[in-house]
Antibody, heavy 120, light 109 residues
Framework: EVQLVESGGGLVQPGGSLRLSCAAS????????MNWVRQAPGKGLEWVSY????????YYADSVKGRFTISRDNAKNSLYLQMNSLRAEDTAVYYC?????????????WGQGTMVTVSS | SYELTQPPSVSVSPGQTARITCSGD??????AYWYQQKPGQAPVLVIY???ERPSGIPERFSGSSSGTTVTLTISGVQAEDEADYYC????????????FGGGTKLTVL
């Protein structure tokens, strides 16, 4: 079964750091581009970051640029998001999402999400 | 930054046709994608490349494009279609890989 499972969320104080992980299974992880997407409570979806299949190309939303770092370990079938200098407005469910190879840039597989709460 | 504009809400009765629009300046040059999200669940892709339907998505879901507007059409709406719907695309440079519209709440009356 094709699956993405996020972990690492939790409660963190403003200014703190957190590292999210996304474990992939059921497909050849190294062949796929990956993304992080977040959703604040009661709000819409916000794309956060993109990484190419090899990790050589990376993009960030302006809202997280300079604070968040996306990375991947293809040998471990894992995607990561290092989040530093966290703010209250970073509070959200964070999803990892796969960019399909036959559907343009569609996010064809999503994880169940992990909640990040930034509060003192 | 690039923006996609959706109506906040659309309401239809069961069996009727729902149309949800998404507007953006780069849509003539970039594909659009549509996702359905039910409460407490992850989004699900329902339309890709403006009008293609992934396997497993009911035929009542369709997509179209005209100029700077793309439209998700749900024909013969069913109660189970009540959800939030999001369009997604990229700006003309392709740098912003995942710009999302604000979302549309579809209510089945």
């Amino acid at each position: 079964e094709v699956q993405l499972v996020e972990s690492g969320g939790g409660l963190v104080q403003p200014g703190g750091s957190l590292r999210l992980s996304c474990a992939a299974s059921g497909f050849t992880f190294s062949s796929y581009e990956m993304n992080w997407v977040r959703q604040a409570p009661g709000k819409g979806l916000e794309w956060v970051s993109y990484i190419s299949s090899s990790g050589s190309t990376i993009y960030y939303a302006d809202s997280v640029k300079g604070r968040f770092t996306i990375s991947r370990d293809n040998a471990k079938n894992s995607l990561y998001l290092q989040m530093n200098s966290l703010r209250a407005e970073d509070t959200a469910v964070y999803y990892c999402a796969r960019t399909g190879t036959t559907m343009g840039d569609a996010f064809d597989i999503w994880g169940q999400g992990t909640m990040v709460t930034v509060s003192s | 930054s690039y923006e996609l504009t959706q109506p906040p809400s659309v309401s239809v009765s069961p069996g009727q046709t729902a149309r949800i629009t998404c507007s953006g300046d780069a849509l003539p040059k970039q594909y659009a994608y549509w996702y359905q999200q039910k409460p407490g669940q992850a989004p699900v892709l329902v339309i890709y490349k403006d009008s293609e339907r992934p396997s497993g998505i009911p035929e009542r879901f369709s997509g179209s494009s005209s100029g700077t507007t793309v439209t998700l059409t749900i024909s013969g709406v069913q109660a189970e279609d009540e959800a939030d719907y999001y369009c997604q695309s990229a700006d003309s440079s392709g740098t912003y890989r995942g710009v999302f519209g604000g979302g549309t709440k579809l209510t089945v009356l």
